[in-house]
């Protein structure tokens, strides 16, 4: 059954991207749950959504590269329908290090994750949501960080930059496409309790950094999810352009 809501969320297997395809499902989006090696993790939260009663896929696509990003929209087109959503979720930090100690392979893979990812899947989004191409329009939502605020000195600088790349892409593009039927709003999350700080070296970072946030704790997926889920829908018909600050106060 073909619905008037299909998701795709990038990087849709874990952390705030699971939370988001668990809530969105629940409103009744029939979503895509993307990912990148972890099949296990994706079937798992695409079982969750089918054993609820909803309608959704897994779809493997590494979104730093155009073929992929081409391919996942084309098997959305063919197994759900044409997109209306699109949670550009995919982000990725790398050992904290000072940026003199960073070599161009790694500042070119953050960017290339972080940055090129969200304007290919923004790209073929806007192809199809337009109104200018014959589409129904649609709305967009990019997860930057507060590092894009704060900088992420002697952690990621590379991270908090390519989030500032983020902010301008959801700025740029709302006003690009804003008489087009498109909203275009940007969720700029705090410390969230995901496997990322893992991959940046340091699992416990979210409780080292607890109180240094105003509210004093680490936030958690859904938190964030119920922003993402808000600006999406017709509750924010009339904001585009704009940011959410799920950071706790910092
Ligand atoms: P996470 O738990 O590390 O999950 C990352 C997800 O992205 C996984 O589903 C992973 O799939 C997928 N992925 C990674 N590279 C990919 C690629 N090239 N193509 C497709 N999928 C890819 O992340 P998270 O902590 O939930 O973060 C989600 C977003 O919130 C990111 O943009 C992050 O920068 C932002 N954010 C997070 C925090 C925080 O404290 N956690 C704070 C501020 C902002 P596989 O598992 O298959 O690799």
Redesign the pocket.
């Known amino acids: 059954m073909r619905s008037d809501r299909v998701v795709i969320i990038?990087?849709?297997?874990?952390?705030?991207?699971?939370a988001t395809a668990k809530l969105l499902a629940s409103a009744n989006y029939h979503v895509c749950v993307?990912?990148?090696?972890?099949d296990a993790?994706?079937n798992s939260v695409v079982s969750t959504l089918t054993a609820a009663g909803s309608t959704a896929i897994a779809v493997q696509?590494?979104?730093?590269t155009e073929s992929d990003v081409v391919r996942l929209f084309k098997t959305v087109d063919e197994q759900l329908g044409t997109v209306t959503a699109l949670v550009n979720?995919?982000?990725?930090?790398r050992p904290q290090m000072r940026v003199e100690d960073m070599d161009a392979n790694r500042i070119n893979e953050i960017f290339k994750?972080?940055v090129t990812?969200a304007f290919l899947c923004c790209r073929e989004a806007v192809k199809r949501m337009s109104t200018m191409h014959g589409g129904q329009g649609g709305s967009i939502v990019n997860?930057?960080?507060?590092?894009s605020r704060i900088g992420a000195a002697g952690e990621y600088v590379d991270?908090a930059a390519s989030?500032g790349a983020i902010d301008t892409l959801t700025r740029g593009l709302s006003l690009e496409v804003a008489g087009e039927g498109i909203r275009v709003n940007c969720v700029?999350?705090?410390?969230?309790y995901?496997?990322?700080?893992a991959?940046g070296g340091e699992p416990g970072r979210?409780d080292r950094l607890a109180d240094s946030i105003p509210m004093k704790r680490g936030g958690e997926?859904i938190e964030?999810a119920n922003s993402i889920m808000w600006l999406l829908s017709d509750e924010a018909s009339y904001i585009t352009g704009t940011f959410v600050e799920a950071a706790g106060g910092r």
């Open positions: 990038t990087g849709g297997s874990r952390g705030i991207g699971a993307n990912f990148l090696s972890d993790a994706a696509a590494d979104v730093s979720n995919v982000g990725i930090v994750t972080n990812s997860v930057s960080s507060a590092a991270y989030k700029r999350p705090g410390f969230i995901t496997d990322m700080h991959d979210v997926p964030v």
